[in-house]
Each structure stands twice: as structure tokens, then as C-alpha cells.
């Protein structure tokens, strides 16, 4: 199965954009619907945004209301890696995100997936 390190985290002000990427290891990468989660202080994690596999020329992608119209999620199977472009951050986006992979459909649902990366941290400053 897959490895996945996240990167690209870090202090922003509020307004910025900051862009994570999920690096994954192995061969099958591609066959991995991918998504990324948040978790802040004293708080469930919670969904945040996830692409599927490649279905026939295009690729899914689906979002938590919260950060719809801000954050775009993309993937690059060549390079076997994932990413979440965060636009428009608000204080309220600082958590802690992770990389996970799924060969699940639950796309929104953690227990969906079985291959998490270790976090990477974004604070948004207001």
C-alpha cells in the first residue's frame, strides 16, 4: 500500500493561500480516491475535501461546504502526488491537515480510509 507525507503547511494571514501537496510512494498510487481532512484543537476531524480515481476522462472531485469556492483539490497521478489549494484562508481553516487514501466510495467519511499521512500544520493569523 501507499505512504503519504504531507507538506506545504505553515502561518499565513488571513485572506493568503497557502497550497498542500500529499506525496505518495509506491506503484499504485493511481488507484487510490485521495482526500484531505483537518483536525483543530479539541475538535473531531472532520472532511474536508476529496478527488477520485480517474473515471473514464475525468476525475470527481468533492468538497465540505465550508470550504467550497475556496479550497481546489487536484492530483497528479505522474507524479503521485495530491493537492489542496487553499484560497481566501479564514481563522477558522487552522487545524492540523492530513493526506489519506481511500479505495472506499465514503468519500467524506474517515473511516473510509485506511493510509493516513502524518499532518502538516496550518495557522491562519486574523
Known amino acids: 500500500q501507499v505512504q503519504l507525507v504531507e507538506s506545504g503547511g505553515g502561518l499565513v494571514q488571513a485572506g493568503g493561500s497557502l497550497r498542500l501537496s500529499c506525496a505518495a510512494s509506491?506503484?499504485?498510487?493511481?488507484?487510490?480516491?485521495m482526500g484531505w481532512f483537518r483536525q483543530a484543537p479539541g475538535k473531531e476531524r472532520e472532511f474536508v475535501s476529496a478527488?477520485?480515481?480517474?473515471?473514464?476522462?475525468?476525475?470527481?472531485?468533492y468538497y465540505a461546504d465550508s470550504v467550497k469556492g475556496r479550497f481546489t483539490i487536484s492530483r497528479d497521478n505522474a507524479k503521485n502526488t495530491v493537492y489542496l489549494q487553499m484560497n481566501s484562508l479564514k481563522p477558522e481553516d487552522t487545524a492540523v491537515y492530513y493526506c489519506?487514501?481511500?479505495?472506499?466510495?465514503?468519500?467524506?467519511?474517515?473511516?473510509?480510509?485506511?493510509?493516513w499521512g502524518q499532518g502538516t500544520q496550518v495557522t491562519v493569523s486574523s
Open positions: 489519506a487514501a481511500s479505495r472506499r466510495t465514503a468519500y467524506s467519511d474517515y473511516l473510509s480510509y485506511g493510509v
Open positions: 509506491g506503484r499504485t498510487f493511481s488507484s487510490y480516491n
Open positions: 478527488i477520485t480515481t480517474r473515471a473514464g476522462n475525468a476525475y470527481y472531485a
